[in-house]
């Protein structure tokens, strides 16, 4: 579903909304969202989430962006029975594609408390920022972009022939401007976003729907241990090419698979292809991966 930008929108909205849509096809949820209009950020803002991660922005246009979300996301990561997971990582692959929109790379997203969340996004310099809903039942998450962020990707662009003309043309002429409360709970002029009112949008949409689920797509750094060891740092500091380390553990024992860093399985190291494999022998948490 594809949003479409109000009548009067500027370049900085509508490179916004498109960034905004990009994140919504990959953020983890429970049912498919869509972007709703641009509309100028405030603190209160984050009064409506549960979560927030930032990522730094490298490329022409540099900057940062952020994702809010809701109380479900954050309840299923902690209950995930990998174990607690990441914000961060659970929302990486959604501010890489909204960074791509941008015409940037995401660097590593991290974790935010909500009180300091502003302050991070926009910098010492401070600023103001453009919030993107994503819309579902309700309001299930929300796009932050620093206005600088959204600048410096319009000059960028602008640079580059091919990218020019990125301003929504076209668009459906907007209603009369009017005072409103938009679905974050702030007074607003101009034409509302869509959705009902803030006490609607914030409800919980976890009944009835997917638990798990949601995190299906999320990806998690698995490790295959094959021992460990330990070393005084004089010994670590001598390591040279061909120094041999004795583990602790023998020779044919199985390997550890960990996710996440928590041990949920072993087995025996196999070649696949020309790359090392393992075959899993022994399941030992048999929560994480039912």
Known sequence: MTSTLPAGGSPADALALAAAEACATVLPASEPLSAGDPQPGTEHVVGVFAGAAVADLSGPAGGRVSVLVGEELVSALQASPLGGLDLGAAVQPALDAAAAALGATAQAARSV???????????????GFTAVPLLGAGIVAALLVPDTTLAAALAAQAAQASQAAQAGQGSPAGGPAATTVDPFGQPVTGRPLPGTGRADNVRSIADGRRGIEMLHGVEMEVTVELG???????????????AVLALDRAAGSPADLLVNGRLIARGEVVVVDEDFGLRVTEILDQGAVG
Do not use: K, N, Y
Not at 228 to 242: E, F, H, I, Q, S
């Open 113 to 127: 408390d909500l009180e300091l969340l502003v302050p991070e996004l926009t910098g010492p310099t401070g600023g």
């Open 228 to 242: 460990r060891t330990r070393m005084p740092v004089r010994d670590l500091l001598a390591l040279a090419p061909g």
